[in-house]
């Protein structure tokens, strides 16, 4: 790994990415983490990645490969992933996730043939952009795609309980969102079906159904309170959400038409 030490202050963030504990991974935490988050992703791609095994599915920031590990995992082949930092891919590598591969996410995106992609993940990734570059690279994001391909995106919710302890819990965050501000910005770079889910906790076992229950039970009280003042309870409350978007066009092969 290079000593060059980068002149911005944001470029210097993502090259100690791992060393300043920012990632929370080690070869030691990120396979520990595997454990941890499997249920949760494994969830994620039964609902929304594509059907098909072949389809060609695209991480960008893809960090040290969790998603990467769990597509293979699911039988997917045709993936390949993108970061900036040398610290992740190095850790990717070590882990055996070789589809990880070190580079910065537009230019990928503008070498990337059109119409090629049928699905992206930009997991923890928008959020870290300005604004100007997070239309960019949803714009190149949509250009790549297939018709009926789609974008699977992870942000944090400027709605949630805890949101803002994940807006401000990373010097490199430039923006959280709401469901408004995910419409919004979808649909302005041509997106339709566009949906945003929240991070409930996932059911696997007895710990994760207490609390499941205890995050119903709870929020409950929160949305009869949120309706009350706006008349609906349709309100994400979670730290994070998953949007979800389509690019317009008839869905490609093997390609979900609807994940709602």
């Known amino acids: 790994m ?11 963030l993502y090259v100690h990415y791992v060393s300043s504990g920012q990632a929370n991974a080690t070869e030691t935490t990120a396979r520990s983490n595997f454990t ?6 494994r969830s994620l791609i039964g609902r929304h990645i594509p059907l098909d095994r072949k389809a060609r599915i695209v991480d960008l920031g893809c960090g040290h490969g969790t998603f990467l590990y769990f597509l293979k995992e699911a039988g997917y082949r045709n993936i ?5 930092s040398q610290e ?44 100007n570059d997070m239309f960019r690279t949803l714009d ?5 795609l297939r018709p009926g391909g789609r974008c699977i995106v992870h942000v944090p919710n400027g709605e949630g309980l805890f949101g803002m302890g994940v807006r401000y819990g990373d010097l490199t965050h430039e923006n959280a969102f709401s469901t408004m501000s995910a419409r919004q910005l979808f649909s ?17 076992g007895a710990k994760s159904l207490i609390r499941r229950i205890i995050w119903d039970f709870s ?33 490609a092969k093997g390609v979900r038409a609807d994940a709602g």
């Open 188 to 204: 302005t770079i041509g997106f339709r079906d566009i949906h945003t889910f929240e991070d409930k906790p996932i059911v696997h």
């Open 36 to 41: 941890v988050r499997a249920a949760y992703i």
């Open 80 to 84: 390949a992933g993108v970061d900036i």
């Open 88 to 131: 992740q891919i190095e850790l990717a590598h070590q882990l055996g996730i070789l589809e990880a591969q070190i580079g910065e996410v537009i230019p990928f995106l503008e070498e990337s043939e059109p119409a090629s992609i049928d699905a992206f993940l930009l997991i923890d990734v928008i959020e870290h952009l300005t604004n």
């Open 219 to 251: 929020t409950f009280f929160l949305r009869a309170l949120y309706m009350a003042e706006t008349g609906s309870s349709n309100v994400i409350l979670s730290r994070n959400m998953v949007i979800t978007a389509i690019k317009s066009g008839d869905p």
């Open 140 to 144: 190149l994001v949509y250009r790549a």
């Open 2 to 12: 290079s000593n060059e030490i980068p002149e911005d202050w944001k470029g210097r």
